[in-house]
């Protein structure tokens, strides 16, 4: 069981987000507004927030911007004893916010990043886990190129080598992966050497290639067919044995600012279900599913013996993130607990 006290270590990309105001496009307008993101980081953002010995682990270019950008992370409590310093510029991408029935997008750069052209023996992971009980690692970081990958699983290796819990986010990008190598088979691997996974409906379609349970939420009173997770859970297993627990997000988007989202956690056999959240108005769904896994990890932290209330404790996190304008979840774990 991973104690809160103990160091927790997240590995990703640090990306600078660009958008427009007012729900104008990318096309339209003259000012980009910036802030730091990306996946690996809201998680570990939102982990410190709530009180965790967080490090998190990139490589930053030796430049104005990596620099930063790490200061952004240390004011949220981050620890980042082993940034990797190095490579051309920092990763970003363009985000354009949805707007009534116009769905959000994104547009990444980040082909050439300081990050995807991390490859092995940059990290010291040893001396970075040698204090650390719990790896937060992501498929983000093996969609971008082979080195990263390559990267990635040298950290996963080495992880498992030293005994360290294991939680994984399936966090498939389809636009991501680019390079050649086949995501279903590198997610798949990923996910074999995780104690923990996470991730929404689709995406654990991508990984297990087992089709997903339609989730059409309309409101609060929508109700899980148990059964069907049962059997569907049952078969996950037997692809990822090693894993204790495995979370689904589930996300009904019935507008772009009218939101369903709930939970199904199977955790070491038993299934829990939780509320369904209505969420109108959506201000910011960036970070939602990170805002989700990252609460799971903390409060499992500190109520291992409850799944129940660790999973109402993650969706709770989740559905406040959509209050919260860019990337990080800035919520505390008493404010999440008054919202359960």
Same mark, same amino acid.
């Given at each position: 069981?991973?104690?809160?006290?103990?160091?927790?270590?997240?590995?990703?990309?640090?990306?600078?987000?660009?958008?427009?105001?007012?729900?104008?496009?990318?096309?339209?307008? /003259?000012?980009?507004?910036?802030?730091?993101?990306?996946?690996?980081?809201?998680?570990?953002?939102?982990?410190?927030?709530?009180?965790?010995?967080?490090?998190?682990?990139?490589?930053? =270019?030796?430049?104005?911007?990596?620099?930063?950008?790490?200061?952004?992370?240390?004011?949220?409590?981050?620890?980042?004893?082993?940034?990797?310093?190095?490579?051309?510029?920092?990763?970003?991408?363009?985000?354009?916010?949805?707007?009534?029935?116009?769905?959000?997008?994104?547009?990444?750069?980040?082909?050439?990043?300081?990050?995807?052209?991390?490859?092995?023996?940059?990290?010291?992971?040893?001396?970075?886990?040698?204090?650390?009980?719990?790896?937060?690692?992501?498929?983000i970081t093996c969609a971008l190129s082979h080195d990263s990958k390559d990267a990635t699983f040298e950290a996963v290796r080495t992880a498992d080598k030293m005994g360290l819990f294991i939680s994984c986010d399936i966090n498939y990008r389809k636009n991501?992966?680019?390079?050649?190598?086949?995501?279903?088979?590198?997610?798949?691997?990923?996910?074999?050497?995780?104690?923990?996974?996470?991730?929404?409906?689709?995406?654990?379609?991508?990984?297990?290639?087992? =089709?997903?349970? =339609?989730?059409?939420?309309?409101?609060?009173?929508?109700?899980?067919?148990?059964?069907?997770?049962?059997?569907?859970?049952?078969?996950?297993?037997?692809?990822?044995? /090693?894993?204790?627990?495995?979370?689904?997000?589930?996300?009904?988007?019935?507008?772009?600012?009218?939101?369903?989202?709930?939970?199904?956690?199977?955790?070491?056999?038993?299934?829990?279900?939780?509320?369904?959240?209505?969420?109108?108005?959506?201000?910011?769904?960036?970070?939602?599913?990170?805002?989700?896994?990252?609460?799971?990890?903390?409060?499992?932290?500190?109520?291992?013996?409850? =799944?129940?209330?660790?999973?109402?404790?993650?969706?709770?996190?989740?559905?406040?993130?959509?209050?919260?304008?860019?990337?990080?979840?800035?919520?505390?774990?008493?404010?999440?607990?008054?919202?359960?």
């Open positions: 069981m991973h104690d809160c006290n103990h160091k927790i270590v997240t590995f990703g990309e640090a990306l600078l987000r660009l958008s427009k105001d007012s729900s104008r496009r990318l096309s339209q307008g /003259r000012e980009l507004h910036g802030n730091y993101g990306g996946s690996e980081a809201n998680a570990a953002v939102s982990m410190a927030m709530f009180g965790n010995n967080v490090e998190y682990v990139t490589r930053l =270019p030796d430049n104005d911007m990596g620099h930063a950008c790490m200061m952004s992370l240390r004011e949220y409590g981050l620890r980042l004893d082993h940034v990797c310093w190095g490579g051309e510029r920092l990763g970003t991408y363009y985000f354009e916010a949805a707007a009534a029935m116009r769905n959000s997008r994104v547009v990444y750069d980040r082909k050439g990043s300081a990050f995807y052209s991390m490859t092995p023996g940059m990290i010291d992971w040893h001396d970075v886990f040698s204090d650390a009980s719990l790896f937060h690692c992501s498929g991501l992966w680019r390079y050649g190598a086949n995501a279903q088979e590198v997610l798949h691997k990923l996910m074999e050497y995780s104690d923990f996974i996470f991730g929404d409906q689709n995406e654990w379609e991508v990984a297990s290639q087992l =089709p997903q349970i =339609p989730f059409e939420a309309l409101d609060s009173s929508y109700q899980i067919d148990i059964k069907a997770y049962e059997s569907y859970f049952s078969m996950l297993h037997k692809q990822f044995p /090693r894993c204790r627990q495995m979370l689904i997000a589930l996300r009904n988007q019935i507008t772009t600012n009218h939101h369903t989202l709930t939970g199904v956690l199977w955790s070491d056999g038993i299934i829990y279900t939780t509320r369904i959240y209505d969420i109108c108005p959506v201000i910011d769904p960036m970070g939602v599913g990170d805002a989700f896994v990252a609460a799971f990890i903390h409060a499992r932290g500190k109520w291992n013996s409850d =799944p129940q209330r660790c999973l109402n404790f993650a969706l709770a996190a989740s559905q406040l993130k959509n209050s919260v304008p860019g990337d990080f979840n800035l919520v505390t774990e008493e404010e999440v607990i008054a919202q359960m």
